[in-house]
């Protein structure tokens, strides 16, 4: 088992810029697969990263490419979301997922959650 914390969330104007961060401890962290899924009020969780456990490549859901970033760094036990131009369709609470060994964009295949943070853009 991992255990994940994340950190970085808040609340952002339109067009802000936000860096969510998950930390890791207890087993290996660079033989995780990592991902990021969100989940807002009333709607199911879902993907929006995956990263593989040497950081790459990457993948992205279709409505944050170009504007999120997931990457790593297994030094420090560690992996970012990098979000930038935030619209009021981001607000939701972000999670932190590790999946042994392989990526996966299916919330499903995960096995270790963190708690999450909430990310709440304004218009």
Not at 15 to 43: D, E, H, I, K, V
């Amino acid at each position: 088992q991992v255990q994940l914390v994340e950190s970085g969330g808040g609340l952002v104007q339109a067009g802000g810029s936000l860096r969510l961060s998950c930390a890791a401890s207890g087993r290996t962290f660079s033989n995780y697969a990592m991902g990021w899924f969100r989940q807002a009020p009333g709607q199911e969780r879902e993907f929006v990263a995956t990263i593989t456990r040497t950081g790459s490549p990457t993948y992205h859901t279709n409505s944050v490419k170009g504007r999120f970033t997931i990457s790593r760094d297994n030094a420090k036990n560690t992996v970012y979301l990098q979000m930038n131009t935030l619209t009021p369709e981001d607000t939701a609470v972000y999670y932190c997922a590790a999946r042994w060994l392989v990526v996966s964009s299916k919330a499903e295949d995960y096995d270790n959650w963190g708690q999450g943070t909430q990310v709440t853009v304004s218009s």
